[in-house]
């Protein structure tokens, strides 16, 4: 955030005119309103440190319009530190339910594509030894002598048992290898303190799992913890307020994105 403005009143009507002039006098965002005890209520806004000025500026002026006894305390802190963002405001912003939502999606997503990838395995494997099949009746029809027929079918018959009898095995056990692995390399990685993760981490993680593994642990991160890793980025696509205000979704995407590029 690039500036922090915050107005103290009693009671909630003054809280709420205050947050209404403010909103409308300045390009500002509500960040959060706490009720500090005592009937005292405190609005926090952000934006740039002009704006959040003339925010608040407008915002005292409307209380006190109510009552001047209504207004408590306001002030302004521009560029506060990152930290701020772990006691001021939610843990989380507004769009995080749905990001949460799109979250699992991305893991029954990534579930879904490796029982189709089976699925699609065995379709392939199944045409093969019905064209396998087909052939043989071919050469059925076709040979003349009765000795090299047979030895043949038995062979090709044999050849599409051993087809239908070991392939599709061999695949669920692929995908039961695949979902150990992951599994194992899940455990190994929550052996980590993944809030202390930098981009060094991320990029090893890059290359001993790829970028499908890495983004499901990226998506495990709290939002805050995403925006800080997202500024040691160059060329992240976004920057400054923006990742300040960006959704979790939204640093997925981009981490995403920025190593397919690279």
């Known amino acids: 955030m690039q500036a922090l403005g915050l107005i103290e009143t009693k009671g909630l009507l003054a809280a709420v005119e205050a947050a209404d002039t403010m909103v409308k006098s300045a390009d500002v965002s509500i960040i959060e309103k706490t009720y500090v005890g005592g009937g005292l209520v405190t609005i926090s806004v952000t934006g740039d440190v002009g704006a959040v000025k003339a925010s608040i500026e407008a915002g005292v002026a409307a209380v006190k319009k109510l009552d001047e006894g209504f207004l408590v305390s306001e002030h302004v802190i521009p560029r506060p530190h990152e930290e701020l963002e772990s006691i001021i405001g ?61 030895v043949e079918n038995t062979k090709k018959a044999e050849t599409v048992k051993a087809v239908d009898n070991t392939e599709p095995v061999d695949t669920k056990n692929n995908v039961k290898e695949n979902q150990h692995g992951l599994d194992g390399d899940l455990d190994k990685l929550h052996k980590l303190n993944l809030e202390n993760l930098n981009k060094e981490d991320v990029d090893n993680l890059i290359r001993q799992n790829g970028i499908e593994k890495t983004i499901l642990i990226l998506a495990k991160l709290k939002v805050v913890k995403l925006r800080n890793l997202a500024r040691e980025y160059k060329d992240f696509g976004i920057a400054g307020r923006t990742i300040s205000k960006a959704g979790k979704n939204l640093l997925i995407n981009k981490f995403k994105l920025y190593y397919e590029k690279n």
């Not at 843990?91 to 189709?116: H, K």
């Open 90 to 150: 939610p843990n989380t912003p507004p769009e995080d339910p749905s990001s949460n939502d799109n979250t699992e999606n991305v893991e029954d997503a990534d579930d879904t594509e490796a029982v189709e990838k089976a699925e699609d395995t065995e379709k392939v494997e199944n045409t093969k030894a019905v064209d396998s099949v087909e052939d043989t009746e071919s050469v059925e029809v076709t040979k003349d002598i009765v000795d090299v027929k047979n």
